[in-house]
């Protein structure tokens, strides 16, 4: 569950400040996904970084998996990152060093001291990775990897430490259609199959009727749309 | 160190070149403190091999603050007085001068001690030595052999002949070896070369109620305890004073070379680090793999490069002073690592300091 209630971000510029989220308020339920789409600079990944843990709000409420992150420490808001956010990342962010079956089993790394077993790990890391179609792609460096591909990792990885909350920062966006449209069916799968409170950044108005809840983000300011007229719009 | 040891896998290149750095600096850390640890002992090792527990030297020149060897000497008042002073168990004359020996045609230098034939001088030779007669000297087997000269053979000193009694292995004295006679040969030897004296200084002994400084005072005379003396050599002084600060210089080049390759390396890998930071990696655990990567490459740097200093020093050992003990191969070693870690933890401010934010939309 994602829950924002009333939540305002601003960024210090020059000697005023610029609201880069206004009073918004959202909620995403277990197992359904949310879009928010708007134009660039209205705020869409501010209010991202704030329902990951990655930011402070000035002031509002915000509950991630049942915790309530206003007031947590840098440390405290890290472990909530790691065992209950999943983050899809716009660029696939992966590791140069690592191959694809790492990407995933590092997750398991990130505490300093190993939650499970290795060998199970990366035998989750193996079933994640088939599970996003990549089997047989186990060892290859992101340098070996498609486009598609990499981003395939990049949402398997988020995955790794079941996470209750699913963040997605436009996953399409260094993908041409076809391939877009596969990114969008597994994410909608994998919420569904998984029950993660999905919240979507996307650009691209072809796959909003597949949504549950579509929001627009207009300086700062959230409105609700309805699905079916944001894909006609 | 999972993430850590994929990074030095995978940059394998840069890895075992920055290692090799850190190899050639051990090699020229490990030669230098082989050659300052056999200067030193070519320097003093007679010094040390007196047993004392105080080296007395008359009061230094005006104008010098140091006492030294070369200019000390000690009259035979002084040496009563000490003898009678509270406290003192022992004290024994020994004179100290640079000299030439020679047998025929063949010449070799020589620092000349003369000691008491009494009890009170016997401890100073290596143990089992015969103490030399009147008219006899105890030679360095090296000195021996580059004069041709064998036990029962004469040399000389100042025209002075001397017969060799025994034979001993070299003892060192500012890079010569010693010759031992007894005391009256070497001051009758001192004014024939023009230079009267009665001892250099006073090697002593003291019991716990000793109290050397006020003895100092009331004979007018400075005393030192044995290492502290060692500096009065000059030529120690300024020897192992150049060589050790060339070393320190090269500790300095380690930990800047080391310090400069982590912070380009850790920059280089920014993005990195927010992203393990976004996805919920503790700092201290990428604190850790950064550290380890240094460790990684100080350890595996110096492991070689004290190898390959073990095995050429080894076979430079004969020609030059070289001293090849876990001392002087183990502590630099040891120097080297830390002060590398103190450089690779300049390269955590980027690691502290990178905001996981950045992970987010940036563009990479
Ligand atoms: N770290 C920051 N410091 C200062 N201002 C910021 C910062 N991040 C965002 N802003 C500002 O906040 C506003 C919202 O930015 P944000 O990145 O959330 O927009 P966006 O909707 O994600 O845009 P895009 O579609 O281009 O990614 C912008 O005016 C931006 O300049
Ligand atoms: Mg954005």
Known sequence: ?233 | MFVAWREIRFARGRFVLIASVVALITILVGFLTGLTAGLAGQNVSAVLGLGADRIVFSAPAHGEKDPSFGDSSITAAEADAWTDAAGVTNAAPLGISQTRLSAGEKRAPAALFGIDPSAAGSHFLPAGTPMPRPGTVVLGEGTAQTLGVHVGDTVSAFGEDLRVSTLIPDTWYAHSSVAWVTLPNWQSIMSTGGQPAWASVLAVSLDASAQPDSIDSATHTVSRAPIPALLSIESFRSEIGSLLLIVAMLFGISALVIGAFFTVWTIQRGPDIAVLKALGARTGRLVRDTLGQALVVLVAGVGVGMLVTVGLGSLAGGAVPFVLSPLTIGLPALGLILLGLIGGAFALRPVLRSDPLAALGAAR
């Open chain 1, 1 to 233: 569950m994602i829950e924002l209630r009333n939540v305002t971000l601003t960024f210090p510029d020059g000697d005023h400040r610029v609201t880069a989220v206004d009073h918004a308020s959202l909620s995403v339920p277990p197992g359904t996904i949310t879009a928010v789409t708007g134009a660039s600079g209205s705020g869409k990944s501010s209010l991202l970084a704030v329902a990951s843990a990655l930011i402070t709000p000035d002031s509002g409420e915000v509950r991630v998996a049942g915790v309530d992150l206003v007031g947590l420490s840098r440390a405290e808001a890290t472990a909530v990152r790691r065992e209950h956010i999943g983050i899809v990342f716009q660029q696939a962010n992966l590791l140069p060093a690592l191959s694809a079956l790492d990407q995933l089993a590092v997750m398991n790394e990130l505490d300093g001291h190993s939650r499970a077993a290795r060998a199970a790990t990366r035998e989750r890391a193996r079933d994640l990775l088939a599970r996003v179609g990549l089997a047989g792609h186990e060892d290859k460096r992101p340098h070996q990897l498609s486009g598609g591909q990499r981003q395939r990792v990049n949402i398997a990885r988020a995955l790794m430490n079941e996470p209750g909350v699913l963040i997605v920062d436009e996953p399409t966006s260094a993908l041409d259609h076809a391939r877009g449209m596969e990114i969008i069916t597994l994410i909608l799968e994998l919420t569904r199959d998984r029950g993660t409170s999905t919240l979507l950044v996307t650009h691209d108005h072809s796959h909003l009727d597949r949504m549950d809840q579509v929001l627009v983000m207009s300086d700062g300011v959230l409105t609700t749309l309805d699905p079916a007229a944001a894909t006609a719009a």
